[in-house]
T-cell receptor
Framework: SQQGEEDPQALSIQEGENATMNCSYKTSINNLQWYRQNSGRGLVHLILIRSNEREKHSGRLRVTLDTSKKSSSLLITASRAADTASYFC????????????FGPGTSLSVIP | DVKVTQSSRYLVKRTGEKVFLECVQD?????MFWYRQDPGLGLRLIYF???????EKGDIPEGYSVSREKKERFSLILESASTNQTSMYLCASTSQQGGAEKLFFGSGTQLSVL
């Protein structure tokens, strides 16, 4: 069973707009991570937020975490065509924290 | 930079064949993972390993086995390939023992079983 679920499954925006993706998970976590995947390639780590953190920034990325709702959001500001990719959240359940589980991902298209 | 290398980018095999997918990392990471990725299902964990000769089942281990004889190498074995194992296979590694953070991924192996 999957720990994380992203929403929406697909998102299409114009260049310059902000993109928001959401992730929900089921069990308590140590941390939550977001990854990006360009078509046909491996995943690249974007940002990690720990269970005792509520918000984190990295460049144009902003991640929030609400452990009471078991949800996270990834905001990409001022999107660029090069941001077109799939984005995945990943969690490590507290019961087995060597095990990292990914959601099905959000496919983002940024139209120039 | 950390490098995770998967031996093949594309692989075509016949039903019933024994298939070996190799993964090597060059940063002395303790944890290594094998995932498969299918459209609409995201990444599903097959097996992971936190030390040499140690392995743990993931969510979908059936039909697969793994081998970790050396710290840098983690092999995924399909004992008797079937068409439903056609998929993209992704290997990953991370340096955190007791708390997997920031996985580094290989480029993936697209396996087709005919």
């Amino acid at each position: 069973s999957q720990q994380g679920e992203e929403d929406p499954q697909a998102l299409s925006i114009q260049e310059g707009e902000n993109a928001t993706m959401n992730c929900s998970y089921k069990t308590s976590i140590n941390n939550l991570q977001w990854y990006r995947q360009n078509s046909g390639r491996g995943l690249v780590h974007l940002i990690l937020i720990r269970s005792n953190e509520r918000e984190k920034h990295s460049g144009r990325l902003r991640v929030t975490l609400d452990t009471s709702k078991k949800s996270s959001s990834l905001l990409i500001t001022a999107s660029r065509a090069a941001d077109t990719a799939s984005y995945f959240c990943a969690t490590d359940a507290k019961t087995s924290y060597d095990k990292v589980i990914f959601g099905p991902g959000t496919s983002l298209s940024v139209i120039p | 930079d950390v490098k995770v290398t998967q031996s093949s980018r594309y692989l075509v095999k016949r039903t019933g064949e024994k298939v070996f997918l190799e993964c090597v990392q060059d940063m002395d990471h303790e944890n290594m993972f094998w995932y498969r990725q299918d459209p609409g299902l995201g990444l599903r964990l097959i097996y992971f390993s936190y030390d040499v000769k140690m392995k743990e089942k993931g969510d979908i281990p059936e039909g697969y086995s793994v081998s970790r004889e050396k710290k840098e190498r983690f092999s995924l074995i399909l004992e008797s390939a079937s068409t439903n194992q056609t998929s993209m296979y992704l290997c990953a590694s991370t340096s955190q023992q007791g708390g997997a953070e920031k996985l580094f991924f290989g480029s993936g192996t697209q396996l087709s079983v005919l």
